[in-house]
């Protein structure tokens, strides 16, 4: 731990990566930084041996590596999340339906691959998130009902919900259980009547778990025609949307619920339009067949 | 040598307070039972004599809650955002949306009269997580920071987080008289989608 503080001293906060790196890579080096400082004497003494000592050549190579990290992490453009966050916005990775689409969504899921997006260093705020999720919102105010995953600057991952009726509300937001990384959940926005309520509402569901729904009609605040969107989103292109390369977060069997009938449809790809906001991101081309596509941070 | 050094640095430690001290990074208030209900998020802060079907003593303290609050890692910064020392009590917490849906439509609830830890950060500026994103071409634009409570709930006997939401607290919004009627669709049901 030492030498990892050194090197956030001298470089700034690291990436969650490097600094998992050095507490892995350097624990040779951190033990015997340790054992020198439990006597400042005894280090004098022996100094011209301890430099052939391995703990000593561990601590030059990586210290000359996190030096090197450090120095370049803001410069690369395809690496994991560094300590650098720029603009601060809400970025997007994934697909939504053309705010003109004639047709009437009222509800939309998608299955979600559960993958760690690391985030920026520089905002260690719950303002600093990576997340994935299925969404549906009006195009008549700025409002939502969304359900996903989500995980913050240096915590778990979170199954979540969030809603928001219009500009003049608050955004209601609830944590659920801890997914399991690698493993499929679905998460869907179901439109349904509240018989005890007398009005429309909107689940935002987790398989077969409800997080919350709204409070409201729907159909008194919001107008159609409906946006459907699922996305991977951050507060900073700095950061990773979820899944690598090598291990990518896929979207499957997205489906739409039609205004009409409340039944469920294979989403089509005729509407729908993609949007990457990083060149640290990619995202596959949405596969009408199958109703899937993939997100990855490069 | 090697161990006096080792001995001095112990008695220094102890004498200048070095150690864990619960609760010692944020200074919070804890406060009497509260009431309170946040309808957005469906949950309800009730009195601990209120429904609760334990005992009202808590096996864990309101530091260890804290510490558990710490530990993981939900809402991460909000102390410093909040208008104010954030308030920990002993409540009966009740999530009347979060549930298991069941074969037959209904609901099994999950928490209800949770003997539990509250820990509530008053009037911080949240953001959300997000939005739909901007149309196709547009930039994105930042969402708009509302004040709302963020609510940290930490079962009183296990020292499980429970749950963690952000909301305004208040009742529910008087709904609309409305018919199952929808309105009138945008598209013709003889349009049906082949979809």
């Given at each position: 731990?030492?030498?990892?503080?050194?090197?956030?001293?001298?470089?700034?906060?690291?990436?969650?990566?490097?600094?998992?790196?050095?507490?892995?890579?350097?624990?040779?080096?951190?033990?015997?930084?340790?054992?020198?400082?439990?006597?400042?004497?005894?280090?004098?003494?022996?100094?011209?041996?301890?430099?052939?000592?391995?703990?000593?050549?561990?601590?030059?190579?990586?210290?000359?590596?996190?030096?090197?990290?450090?120095?370049?992490?803001?410069?690369?453009?395809?690496?994991?999340?560094?300590?650098?966050?720029?603009?601060?916005?809400?970025?997007?990775?994934?697909?939504?339906?053309?705010?003109?689409?004639?047709?009437?969504?009222?509800?939309?899921?998608?299955?979600?691959?559960?993958?760690?997006?690391?985030?920026?260093?520089?905002?260690?705020?719950?303002?600093?998130?990576?997340?994935?999720?299925?969404?549906?919102?009006?195009?008549?105010?700025?409002?939502?009902?969304?359900?996903?995953?989500?995980?913050?600057?240096?915590?778990?991952?979170?199954?979540?919900?969030?809603?928001?009726?219009?500009?003049?509300?608050?955004?209601?937001?609830?944590?659920?259980?801890?997914?399991?990384?690698?493993?499929?959940?679905?998460?869907?926005?179901?439109?349904?009547?509240?018989?005890?309520?007398?009005?429309?509402?909107?689940?935002?569901?987790?398989?077969?778990?409800?997080?919350?729904?709204?409070?409201?009609?729907?159909?008194?605040?919001?107008?159609?025609?409906?946006?459907?969107?699922?996305?991977?989103?951050?507060?900073?292109?700095?950061?990773?949307?979820?899944?690598?390369?090598?291990?990518?977060?896929?979207?499957?069997?997205?489906?739409?619920?039609?205004?009409?009938?409340?039944?469920?449809?294979?989403?089509?790809?005729?509407?729908?339009?993609?949007?990457?906001?990083?060149?640290?991101?990619?995202?596959?081309?949405?596969?009408?067949?199958?109703?899937?596509?993939?997100?990855?941070?490069? | 040598?090697?161990?006096?050094?080792?001995?001095?640095?112990?008695?220094?430690?102890?004498?200048?307070?070095?150690?864990?001290?619960?609760?010692?990074?944020?200074?919070?208030?804890?406060?009497?039972?509260?009431?309170?209900?946040?309808?957005?998020?469906?949950?309800?802060?009730?009195?601990?004599?209120?429904?609760?079907?334990?005992?009202?003593?808590?096996?864990?303290?309101?530091?260890?809650?804290?510490?558990?609050?710490?530990?993981?890692?939900?809402?991460?910064?909000?102390?410093?955002?909040?208008?104010g020392s954030p308030d920990v009590s002993l409540v009966s917490f009740s999530d009347n949306a979060q549930g298991d849906v069941q074969a037959d439509g209904s609901i099994k609830l999950k928490f209800q009269h949770v003997l539990s830890w509250a820990i509530v950060f008053h009037g911080v500026p949240w953001t959300g997580i997000g939005g739909p994103p901007p149309a196709s071409g547009s930039q994105t634009?930042?969402?708009?920071?509302?004040?709302?409570?963020?609510?940290?709930?930490?079962?009183?006997?296990?020292?499980?987080?429970?749950?963690?939401?952000?909301?305004?607290?208040?009742?529910?919004?008087?709904?609309?008289?409305?018919?199952?009627?929808?309105?009138?669709?945008?598209?013709?049901?003889?349009?049906?989608?082949?979809?």
């Amino acid at each position: 731990m030492l030498l990892e503080q050194w090197a956030e001293r001298r470089f700034g906060r690291l990436g969650d990566e490097m600094r998992r790196a050095a507490r892995i890579d350097c624990s040779r080096a951190d033990r015997s930084t340790v054992r020198r400082q439990e006597s400042a004497k005894h280090v004098r003494q022996k100094r011209a041996k301890r430099l052939a000592r391995p703990g000593h050549r561990w601590l030059v190579v990586c210290v000359a590596m996190l030096s090197l990290g450090a120095l370049l992490a803001p410069g690369i453009a395809h690496a994991t999340a560094g300590s650098y966050c720029g603009t601060k916005s809400n970025w997007f990775d994934g697909y939504a339906n053309a705010k003109n689409d004639v047709w009437n969504w009222e509800g939309t899921l998608a299955n979600i691959t559960v993958r760690k997006g690391l985030v920026c260093d520089a905002d260690s705020s719950s303002a600093n998130s990576s997340s994935a999720w299925a969404m549906i919102a009006p195009t008549n105010t700025t409002g939502w009902a969304q359900s996903g995953y989500i995980r913050w600057w240096g915590s778990s991952i979170y199954q979540f919900a969030q809603h928001k009726r219009d500009s003049s509300s608050g955004y209601t937001t609830k944590l659920g259980s801890i997914p399991t990384t690698g493993s499929t959940y679905t998460y869907s926005e179901v439109s349904y009547w509240n018989s005890t309520a007398g009005q429309w509402q909107i689940k935002e569901m987790v398989n077969s778990t409800v997080l919350q729904h709204t409070n409201w009609n729907t159909f008194s605040y919001w107008t159609e025609p409906f946006e459907v969107a699922w996305d991977g989103e951050t507060a900073y292109r700095e950061s990773d949307v979820p899944g690598l390369s090598s291990s990518k977060a896929h979207f499957t069997n997205m489906q739409v619920q039609w205004f009409n009938d409340d039944k469920w449809y294979a989403a089509s790809n005729s509407t729908l339009y993609g949007r990457t906001d990083s060149s640290r991101w990619s995202r596959s081309s949405f596969s009408t067949a199958n109703q899937l596509f993939d997100i990855w941070t490069n | 040598m090697r161990y006096r050094i080792l001995l001095i640095l112990l008695a220094l430690g102890v004498a200048c307070g070095v150690g864990p001290k619960p609760g010692s990074l944020v200074r919070y208030n804890t406060s009497s039972p509260v009431d309170v209900t946040y309808s957005g998020a469906g949950t309800d802060l009730a009195p601990p004599t209120t429904g609760a079907s334990a005992a009202v003593t808590p096996k864990i303290t309101a530091d260890q809650a804290w510490q558990a609050y710490k530990k993981s890692g939900v809402f991460p910064g909000v102390a410093s955002q909040a208008a104010g020392s954030p308030d920990v009590s002993l409540v009966s917490f009740s999530d009347n949306a979060q549930g298991d849906v069941q074969a037959d439509g209904s609901i099994k609830l999950k928490f209800q009269h949770v003997l539990s830890w509250a820990i509530v950060f008053h009037g911080v500026p949240w953001t959300g997580i997000g939005g739909p994103p901007p149309a196709s071409g547009s930039q994105t634009v930042a969402t708009a920071a509302v004040p709302e409570d963020i609510v940290i709930i930490i079962d009183a006997n296990s020292g499980q987080l429970v749950s963690a939401f952000a909301d305004v607290p208040g009742a529910a919004v008087a709904p609309t008289p409305v018919s199952s009627d929808k309105g009138l669709p945008l598209q013709s049901p003889s349009q049906a989608p082949t979809r």
